[in-house]
Antibody
Framework: EVQLVESGGGLVQPGGSLRLSCEASGFIFSDYWMGWVRQIPGKGLQYVANIKGDESERYYADSLRGRFTISRDNAKNSVFLQMNSLRVDDTAVYYC?????????????WGQGTLVTVSS | EILLTQSPATLSLSPGEGATLSCRAGQSFGGYLAWYQQKPGQSPRLLIYDASNRAAGIPARFSGSGSGTDFTLTIGSLEPEDSAVYYCQQRHSWPITFGQGTRLEIK
C-alpha cells in the first residue's frame, strides 16, 4: 500500500523558513517523480513543485521559484520542500504527492497534508 | 499559463441522477487533463487521467471526455458518497494549473 506521510508544518513568522518532509513507503521510491501541491484552507489547489526520481529535473510554480526548493533523498525514501522568505499568503495545507506517468505525470497518491501557518 | 474554468460552481442533485461537470481551458491543448475528487476533510484523489482514463479503483460511473478546450466529467447514477469538490488539472504545460473546483452536493 502506498503511504505518504508529511511532517514539518507549523507556525512561522513572515520572512521565516520551514522545511517540510514527506516519507514514502509501499513503492520503489526512486522510480517516481514526487511533487508538492498546496491548498489554502477552504480554497482551491495550487501546484507547487515536482522532482524526477533521479533528481535530474525539477520544476516550480513561477511565483514560488527562488523561495522554495524541492529535493529528495532516495536512500531515505523522502522528499523535502525548503521554504524561505515565507509570506502570509503561503499559509496553506501542503500535500506530498506521488506522480505516476501515464500520458503525462499525474498525482495518483496524496499524503494527508501538513498545515503551514505564516503569521506574526 | 493555461487558465481552467470549471462550471457550474455548485451542483445539487439527488441520488440516482447523473451529473455533468465542465472544465474549459483558456487555450487549446491535447488530452493531458486530470480530474480529482476531494471529500470534506480528505486529501484529493485522482479519478481520471489523460482526459478519459479512469484511475485504479475508480467506479465505472465516473467517466471523462473532451479535448482541445472543453473537457467533461460525467458521473452516472449518483450515490451519497459522491458528495465532494471536483477539480480539473492540466498537465500539458508549465505552470501546471487547476480549475477552481465544482462542489457537488447530493440531496
Amino acid at each position: 500500500e502506498v503511504q505518504l506521510v508529511e511532517s514539518g508544518g507549523g507556525l512561522v513568522q513572515p520572512g521565516g523558513s520551514l522545511r517540510l518532509s514527506c516519507e514514502a513507503s509501499g513503492f520503489i521510491f526512486s522510480d517516481y517523480w514526487m511533487g508538492w501541491v498546496r491548498q489554502i484552507p477552504g480554497k482551491g489547489l495550487q501546484y507547487v513543485a515536482n522532482i524526477k526520481g533521479d533528481e535530474s529535473e525539477r520544476y516550480y510554480a513561477d511565483s514560488l521559484r527562488g523561495r522554495f526548493t524541492i529535493s529528495r533523498d532516495n536512500a531515505k525514501n523522502s522528499v523535502f520542500l525548503q521554504m524561505n522568505s515565507l509570506r502570509v499568503d503561503d499559509t496553506a495545507v501542503y500535500y506530498c504527492t506521488r506522480e505516476r506517468e501515464f500520458g503525462a505525470h499525474y498525482s495518483d497518491s496524496w499524503g494527508q497534508g501538513t498545515l503551514v501557518t505564516v503569521s506574526s | 499559463e493555461i487558465l481552467l474554468t470549471q462550471s457550474p460552481a455548485t451542483l445539487s442533485l439527488s441520488p440516482g441522477e447523473g451529473a455533468t461537470l465542465s472544465c474549459r481551458a483558456g487555450q487549446s491543448f491535447g488530452g493531458y487533463l486530470a480530474w480529482y475528487q476531494q471529500k470534506p476533510g480528505q486529501s484529493p484523489r485522482l479519478l481520471i487521467y489523460d482526459a478519459s482514463n479512469r484511475a485504479a479503483g475508480i467506479p465505472a460511473r465516473f467517466s471523462g471526455s473532451g479535448s482541445g478546450t472543453d473537457f467533461t466529467l460525467t458521473i452516472g447514477s449518483l450515490e451519497p458518497e459522491d458528495s465532494a469538490v471536483y477539480y480539473c488539472q492540466q498537465r500539458h504545460s508549465w505552470p501546471i494549473t487547476f480549475g477552481q473546483g465544482t462542489r457537488l452536493e447530493i440531496k
